[in-house]
């Protein structure tokens, strides 16, 4: 087999292409975003065998955002969910994760792998798919599908090393209302269960990093035992698996293979903070892959708007890259609408953390030039500053074509102040 | 004039039914609401001619969502107003505002104040629509307002009371881009700007305070000066105006007249928890009622969201009372859709923020609830434990009546590991 460079490797010695392209996108000198990938804290999706648009994930780089398409059996149309994929893309993500299990998989996948975007999948799924059930998947099998998403160019592999029996111990030591909400995670209990033995995941973790390292692809090391309602965000399974990817981090980043860590899950917003920094401590500051945290349990049909609150605290706490949550979470596969609004919630939350990461920089300019527009009544300079200014449009022209709006019409107090102050004086 | 005794002198002797009626909604000791409202951290608007369904605002009471509605110049149609009040009271709306300045006033106030909840209003939108413009608003014509408002049976005023010459010079001293985006504020700047004169809600506020303890309607002490962008929210305007309130809350309660504070605005996501906090102290932690607080200006027509962002971090630091932000905000008025959805997720966060406020209790344990459904895979109970079970069906029920969802369908990770743990321990 022929063995590649890693890109960390590479970083090592110089600054590869890859590199000077991400650098420039996020303001970073080369040599800067170089040396950070060497020390794992910024992370680069691109598997050397499909050239695509990069994204970097880390310190220093803006917060991205990942969508999640993908069959299942119930729901099984491969051309909706690549149209899923394309309105995810024209809303702002960063990034996809193909998490079909219905249909035929390396065809849905070989249509996401098309377009022009880091791709992530878990390859547990398709294990479980070819062996009928998680308790007949065996080592060998999953390797083998590890290999063959590598291959097909595939740029991250959500692999759920620490769901292992220290994990499992502490799931039955202390039990949770939910017990385990994440699937990959589920099917690692289950083969742990039927078989007694270790997740090979875990055990042969070294080869797996052969594996990734062979391929220059990145593990985002999955939080399988991430809790699945706030009861359950205090139970040890959640640290227990912290600590043990934790380690792992430490060990990729040995063996020259990128990774991300992908954290919790549903848990209070006072929780959220810490979670963030525990994380980032046991990891070395590697970057941080956040499912939620959705700070509450009761609002199915709401949960973009939950997962933006609990984004927003991550965010203000170094999180790094946000899986966006749509409405239709908990009960649905999602459709298109739910993917836009999913999308735009997430990447006006990634927004709103990128403030606060960079300060007064580009983005403050963003949401500056929107209070310039504003203060000038130019509704056409708002609908270009904002985010998703023909959304905007739609709701202001609903009224007619006015220049102050019909919330305060000629009572607009920007418009007063602006007469009697005059222009701005600075 | 007949002296009536307010609330708070009336809790200085014992306690009122009113109180006895809060508390218990409260799970507090009817002597503990009591004693909170005379140190001024509770507030009950609740004025004596009109009675109706009460909210306790303040410390140990459940966070409070107030809705605005009414009419403006350009879009007056009362009869949808008072739909979009039913909707938002349907969706858990705690007090309604009529902002209305476009039609007949009383007649709308009127129509607002037959509703069974407690209801504010701005004066000095009614005075400038009497006066033709707010340069011509005269202290007799405003404090006549007032009082018709407090006969009429309105239960909190906002009073910009802080905005004032201070107020007025800070905004010169160091400018703002969008210098005043509070309707009322703006009015006082425009009287100031024309007279010369100090506002006359702040050089004549023993007597504004005697009018209000003689009618036992409270005070919400306006944030006139409230910054309209993020580039505004570190300007001084704002914090003068802070200093200005807590001062004139401790007068306030001093007087035995009840009051809550309104807190900004637009600002970062790191600035909210400080000025939360800020607010809390000059005010001896009076009751805060946040409009905002928005934490990026590119969003428009997702507003709701971004308020809910800022809310969820105020409500980490203590804020009490929450503004329903509406999708349509900066755009347009909204409509009843819009009052709808912002409601719901006000609501929303305000629970959310209510988990962190009571830890284990009454809160946390409607989300065990759900987290039970969901482990059971019972659908009508989740959709009962859900806030907006109705929405949730909606989404749920578009794949057909499935045991597990079509989400991950036969591979529902809660299914599996419940099978292989069994029951749950505890």
Known sequence: MCVMQTLIKECLKGVPPEVEV???DEGLSPRQAARAITR????VAANPRRPHRLSAIGEGCRIKVNV??????ERCDPALE?????????????????LSTGGDLPA????????????????????????????????DLLFNVIREHCRQGVDFLTLHCGVNQAAFSALRLDPRVMGVVSRGGAFHVAMMAATGEENPLYSEYDYLLEILSEADVVA???????????????????????????GLAKRALAAGVQRFIEGPGHMPLDQVGYNVQMLKEVSDGAPLYLLGPLVTDVAPGYDHVVGAMGFAVAAMHGADFFCM????????????????????VAKITAHAGDIVRFGAGAHARADLKMAEARRRLNWEEQFKAAMYGEHARTIHERDGDLETCSMCGDLCAVKMVRDIL????K
Chains 1, 2 share one sequence.
């Open 22 to 24: 991400v650098a420039r």
């Open 40 to 43: 794992g804290r910024i992370t």
């Open 68 to 73: 999640n398409i993908g069959t299942s059996g």
């Open 82 to 98: 690549i149209r899923k994929a394309q309105a995810a893309l024209e809303n702002g993500a960063d990034t996809l994760m193909d």
């Open 108 to 139: 849905m996948r070989k249509a996401i792998l098309a377009l022009d975007v880091p791709v992530g999948t878990v390859p547990i799924y398709e294990a479980v798919r070819r062996a009928g059930n998680a308790a007949e998947v065996t080592s």
């Open 220 to 246: 985002s090391l999955g939080d399988g035992m991430r809790p699945g309602c706030l009861y359950d965000a205090e139970r040890l399974a959640k640290v227990t698996e912290y600590v043990t990817l934790g």
């Open 325 to 344: 949550v749509s409405p239709a979470e908990h009960l649905a596969l999602p459709d298109i609408d739910d993917i836009v609004e999913g999308t735009r």
């Open 422 to 425: 005059g222009e701005r004086e």
